[in-house]
């Protein structure tokens, strides 16, 4: 049993799951104590981007299909699935937002005293779902995560007029 989990979730599935367990664990360590956030967040960002050049290992570049595809049965009655792939240019795109989000939570460090639980939440929240796009093979699940990227960039709006001006900007930078 365990060997066909390590076998089906092995490749693609570590560095997606990897930011989610931390952000996870976070839930559960109260706001008053600092460091450990810190070290968890940062720790979970470290072994997603350990984690991620792996599959570079095995990728073969004469091809142009996608490699190292899974597919998980999400809503089987709508025919929707998590279909993961990765090809040549996804492949550094999910190892430059792995090498990216640890220095974001590095830069971050010294600032964090009331809203570090939050800030590292979000960063693993976004790391996990950048790491979704650029791997995602799915029509809809692909057009959906991509505008899901910026929300964990507005939890820390005090202001929702802040906030929609922070949308904006990012929107129009994306398009």
């Known amino acids: 049993m365990l060997e ?27 706001n008053s104590r ?3 956030i810190r070290l968890i967040g940062l720790c979970a960002s ?13 990728f073969d570049p004469s091809t142009a299909k996608s490699q190292f595809v899974e597919s998980l049965r999400w809503l089987p009655y709508e025919n929707i699935n998590f279909y993961f792939g ?11 937002t792995t090498f990216l989000i640890p220095i974001c939570i590095l830069v971050g460090w010294s600032g964090m005293r009331s809203y570090g639980k939050e800030y590292i939440t979000a ?24 505008e899901s990227v910026p ?17 904006f900007l990012c929107r129009g930078l994306v398009q």
């Open 4 to 30: 066909h989990f390590f076998e089906c979730y092995s490749d693609l599935s570590g560095p997606i799951l990897c930011p989610v367990l931390g952000s996870i664990t976070l839930l559960f360590i109260p």
């Open 86 to 96: 990765i090809d040549g240019i996804s492949l550094f795109f999910v190892i430059l």
């Open 151 to 167: 929300i964990p960039m507005l939890c820390g709006a005090e202001h929702l007029l802040f906030a929609g001006i922070k949308l």
């Open 34 to 36: 600092i460091r450990p």
């Open 46 to 58: 470290l072994i997603t981007f350990l984690y991620s050049p792996v599959p570079r290992i095995q």
């Open 123 to 146: 960063s693993l929240i976004r790391e996990f779902l950048m790491i979704a796009v650029f791997r995602m093979l799915d029509p809809l699940l692909f057009y959906v995560l991509p």
